[in-house]
């Protein structure tokens, strides 16, 4: 069954703090995979988008990483910032086919206290 | 660019009734689709259009219907609204039904009493 499971679901850190989130799937076959952050309220909006040869791919503050043998991704943000409280959601494109492509994880909910 | 827009942000209809959703972006984009999330679970798909006249189901399509006339717009109905359809909405749009990037519109809160 094609699922993406993150941990943990939800986190709180102090500010000025790093954290790493967690992502396994067992999509497959595998196209790429994309971190997104949502803000409250809001749709998603993508952080990073990784391949499979791919091992890491930075966005500012944020640093993903993706072992395809292990299926397994994290997220890493740096100097965390009251700004970066939001949930992360790890996605998984399945194939090259349309539709059914994208499976979505449940996401963390990461909160960032002063 | 406006980018992807919704509306209405949020709606509250009483069971069986009908309403549509909105959604249009200006990006040129082929591909849209509509994906519902609910509390813990991740977004589901529920209809995709590859182009202009060309729509398709997700994961989840049954209670809603889309049309695809125009590149620009792709709007969802309920056909009759059940509980069980109170969710957060989202549109997405991309170049392409492959390996591009989605972008979302801002959703719409639907709660079905």
């Known amino acids: 069954k094609n699922q993406v499971e993150q941990s943990p679901q939800s986190l709180i850190i102090l500010e000025g703090k790093n954290c790493t989130l967690q992502?396994?799937?067992?999509?497959?076959?595998?196209?790429?995979l994309r971190w997104y952050k949502q803000d409250t309220g809001r749709g998603p909006v993508s952080l990073t988008i990784m391949t499979f040869s791919e091992n890491t791919k930075s966005n500012g503050r944020y640093t993903a990483t993706l072992d395809a043998d292990t299926k397994q991704s994290s997220l890493h943000i740096t100097a965390s910032q009251l700004s970066d409280s939001a949930s992360y959601i790890c996605?998984?494109?399945?194939?090259?086919?349309?539709?059914?492509?994208?499976?979505f994880g449940g996401g963390t909910r990461l909160m960032v206290k002063p | 660019n406006a980018g992807v827009t919704q509306t209405p942000k949020f709606q509250v209809l009483k069971t069986g009734q009908s309403m549509t959703l909105q959604c249009a972006q200006d990006m040129n984009h082929e591909y849209m689709s509509w994906y519902r999330q609910d509390p813990g679970m991740g977004l589901r798909l529920i209809h995709y259009?590859?182009?202009?006249?060309?729509?398709d189901q997700g994961e989840v399509p049954n209670g809603y219907n889309v049309s695809r006339s125009t590149t620009e717009d792709f709007p969802l109905r309920l056909l009759s609204a059940a509980p069980s359809q109170t969710s957060v909405y989202f549109c997405?749009?991309?170049?392409?039904?492959?390996?591009?990037?989605?972008?979302f519109g801002p959703g719409t809160r639907l709660t079905v009493l």
């Open positions: 259009s590859v182009g202009a006249g060309i729509t």
């Open positions: 992502c396994n799937y067992t999509v497959s076959p595998f196209s790429n």
């Open positions: 996605v998984v494109l399945r194939g090259h086919n349309a539709g059914n492509m994208l499976t």
């Open positions: 997405a749009s991309s170049y392409s039904s492959g390996s591009g990037e989605q972008f």
